[in-house]
């Protein structure tokens, strides 16, 4: 009789633990498969407002862990763990990750915020970190370049967000600024004209904003001219070699001079007696 109550005692006891158990289970697929379902509703939204691919992966990621976690909480909650201590656990591993991994972390926050306010996307040329090229890739750790010599250049986001960031490719024009020296001797007049003509003959190089011819110094050796023209931004390369060409051959074919710096040597013979 003794043994049979003991047994029953037993049995009541792992039936019950039986019952939290797969009752936690169901709570935890519950939670599971509500954590999936609210990823695909976030990644619909996310997609819908065209946000980058990078960006969509780990805000996705961090929802579904996130609520798998809370999930996994309520279940052990349910079984009866403190679960306070086990957060006060947690909560001490993540702030030892954190610290050792806060490089890391920086460049995620960095490559975030970039996709986020997009001071440039891909396919802009752009100048930052101390190097230059047009952005192949922007991930959520690094970024990716290319330079005008086809090597890719990979470079850490927070280098990149924590510094200057210039951006060649984010305006439709630019402006083409040129000095252009002649010499003293030379017809002002005259030159001014050439270097209109010379502006007005190439029609990549656009009227508006008018372009500027003006004398911007008198130099030790030269008067300075400021060519300054508008040109589409896909065009300015092309416009400025083919414009710098162009001005030597015709200052060339008019008899302008362009100075370059010289030194007169002066040598005295002296005779003894």
């Given at each position: 009789?003794?043994?049979?109550?003991?047994?029953?005692?037993?049995?009541?006891?792992?039936?019950?633990?039986?019952?939290?158990?797969?009752?936690?289970?169901?709570?935890?697929?519950?939670?599971?498969?509500?954590?999936?379902?609210?990823?695909?509703?976030?990644?619909?939204?996310?997609?819908?407002?065209?946000?980058?691919?990078?960006?969509?992966?780990?805000?996705?990621?961090?929802?579904?862990?996130?609520?798998?976690?809370?999930?996994?909480?309520?279940?052990?909650?349910?079984?009866?763990?403190?679960?306070?201590?086990?957060?006060?656990?947690?909560?001490?591993?993540?702030?030892?990750?954190?610290?050792?991994?806060?490089?890391?972390?920086?460049?995620?926050?960095?490559?975030?915020?970039?996709?986020?306010?997009?001071?440039?996307?891909?396919?802009?040329?752009?100048?930052?970190?101390?190097?230059?090229?047009?952005?192949?890739?922007?991930?959520?750790?690094?970024?990716?370049?290319?330079?005008?010599?086809?090597?890719?250049?990979?470079?850490?986001?927070?280098?990149?967000?924590?510094g200057v960031i210039i951006n060649a490719s984010a305006k439709q024009t630019r402006?083409?600024?040129?000095?252009?020296?002649?010499?003293?001797?030379?017809?002002?007049?005259?030159?001014e004209q050439l270097l209109l003509e010379c502006i007005t003959d190439d029609q990549?190089?656009?009227?508006?904003?008018?372009?500027?011819?003006?004398?911007?110094?008198?130099?030790?050796?030269?008067?300075?001219?400021?060519?300054?023209?508008?040109?589409?931004?896909?065009?300015?390369?092309?416009?400025?070699?083919?414009?710098?060409?162009?001005?030597?051959?015709?200052?060339?074919?008019?008899?302008?001079?362009?100075?370059?710096?010289?030194?007169?040597?002066?040598?005295?013979?002296?005779?003894?007696?």
């Open positions: 009789m003794v043994d049979f109550a003991f047994t029953s005692a037993w049995l009541d006891i792992a039936l019950d633990g039986l019952v939290n158990l797969s009752l936690a289970a169901i709570i935890f697929f519950i939670g599971w498969s509500s954590a999936r379902l609210i990823a695909a509703l976030v990644k619909r939204i996310l997609i819908s407002r065209g946000i980058n691919d990078p960006l969509q992966y780990f805000i996705i990621t961090i929802t579904r862990v996130a609520l798998t976690f809370v999930a996994l909480m309520v279940s052990l909650d349910f079984l009866g763990f403190d679960t306070a201590v086990l957060l006060t656990v947690f909560a001490a591993a993540g702030l030892a990750i954190g610290l050792a991994l806060k490089d890391t972390l920086s460049n995620v926050a960095s490559g975030v915020m970039l996709i986020l306010f997009k001071p440039f996307t891909i396919g802009d040329y752009v100048e930052a970190a101390g190097v230059g090229g047009v952005v192949e890739k922007i991930g959520i750790f690094t970024s990716q370049m290319k330079t005008g010599d086809n090597r890719e250049i990979t470079v850490p986001n927070s280098q990149i967000y924590g402006r083409i600024d040129l000095v252009i020296g002649v010499g003293y001797s030379d017809d002002l007049q005259k030159v990549r190089i656009l009227t508006t904003p008018e372009p500027t011819v003006a004398v911007a110094e008198l130099a030790d050796n030269s008067v300075n001219f400021i060519v300054r023209p508008w040109v589409n931004t896909a065009d300015y390369w092309l416009v400025r070699w083919h414009l710098i060409r162009q001005i030597k051959v015709s200052f060339d074919e008019n008899g302008i001079s362009i100075p370059y710096p010289q030194q007169d040597i002066h040598i005295h013979q002296v005779t003894k007696d």
